[in-house]
């Protein structure tokens, strides 16, 4: 079969466009042809290498998988997330929280290949109103805003959350989210044209985080009172922000830390204020199955910017890095 390949860490160069071997199936496996594959920053940051992550070269990247069953012709969507299905944490449903939690991609091989074998309890039909580019471009990215705000933060109705990075994959699912649970949203972007997107999806308020410094502007939104859910994933760069934006006894959620992880604290806020720092990673396989029905209703959608197909992966990537993107980059096979 034909895959997009890493044998080192690096830059885009190191993607290479390679004949491999069909994966072989394990007895609680399938094998799914693959038809989309939608990049994260995961991939990014897989290629350019992890602390304490290693490698069997060679590496296939790609978590977010749509495709067709092997021998069946069953149209899917594979759930991102590996795990172990026996601990305390598994039996529970809280797969996430598994010791031996893994991500297709990161630590095993992914979607960036014409096959994948996977565990067949880890994949779910196709919503019907779906392509498959639109498929593959869910699945991560909502499990993870989902978790961080319905699990963690406990999003209600009349919320005011202010969406860091809207014009991400995972921003533009937390806007869809807020607002399906009838929340009030204030969205930042870079540009114009990406507030605009965060309007068309919902967004109550924007603001250009390069123009003005959004904790200025989040207070006067809210009439001095602060927000009740700050949605962050980019770190170092906006954390000093986001700490003056969320009002007393509000929560700030995060998973990542695409500008940098040493993130300045002054701890005065946290305790005067009384506020609830929250760490997330990924979600559960019910709460994926849940994201999928709402898929199905159309009650949330999939948000598509650009399609390359898989042997263009380096200008895909470049493409991501570049941070052009509103919602999320897919690779078609």
């Not at 990215?141 to 959350?161: R, S």
Request: charged letters at 25%.
């Amino acid at each position: 079969m034909r895959a997009i390949v890493i044998n080192k860490h690096g830059g885009p160069e190191v993607l290479e466009w390679v004949d491999i071997p069909k994966p072989k199936l394990q007895s609680h496996e399938t094998l799914v042809q693959i038809k989309a594959c939608s990049l994260n920053h995961l991939d990014i940051w897989v290629r350019l290498g992890l602390p304490n992550l290693r490698l069997k070269y060679p590496h296939i990247l790609g978590s977010d998988i749509s495709g067709v069953l092997v021998g069946s012709g069953e149209e899917v969507v594979v759930c991102p997330g590996i795990n172990c299905g026996q601990c305390e944490a598994c039996q529970k449903g809280r797969d996430n929280e598994c010791e031996k939690y893994g991500i297709l991609g990161e630590t095993t091989n992914g979607g960036y290949s014409q096959y994948i074998a996977v565990d067949s309890n880890k994949v779910v039909k196709k919503p019907k109103n779906l392509s498959f580019v639109e498929a593959a471009s869910y699945p991560l990215t909502f499990m993870t805003a989902w978790h961080m705000l319905v699990a963690k933060a406990k999003i209600k109705k009349d919320d005011w959350v202010l969406v860091l990075a809207s014009g991400s994959g995972v921003g533009s699912a937390a806007v869809q989210i807020s607002k399906l649970f009838d929340a009030k949203v204030i969205a930042t972007a870079s540009t114009q044209s990406k507030l605009d997107h965060a309007k068309s999806l919902g967004a109550d308020e924007v603001i250009n985080y390069k123009e003005e410094d959004f904790s200025c502007r989040v207070r006067e939104i809210t009439q001095k009172r602060g927000v009740d859910i700050v949605f962050e994933n980019t770190g170092k760069a906006t954390w000093g922000q986001s700490i003056k934006s969320v009002k007393k006894y509000g929560v700030i959620v995060t998973c990542g830390a695409t500008s940098g992880y040493e993130a300045l604290l002054d701890l005065r806020h946290v305790f005067f204020r009384q506020l609830s720092i929250l760490g997330s990673t990924m979600g559960t396989f019910d709460e994926f199955k849940k994201i999928t029905k709402y898929m199905s209703e159309g009650k949330l959608k999939p948000v598509v910017d650009r399609v390359f197909p898989l042997e263009q992966a380096r200008e895909a990537h470049q493409y991501l890095e570049d941070r052009k993107q509103f919602g999320k980059v897919v690779l078609t096979m």
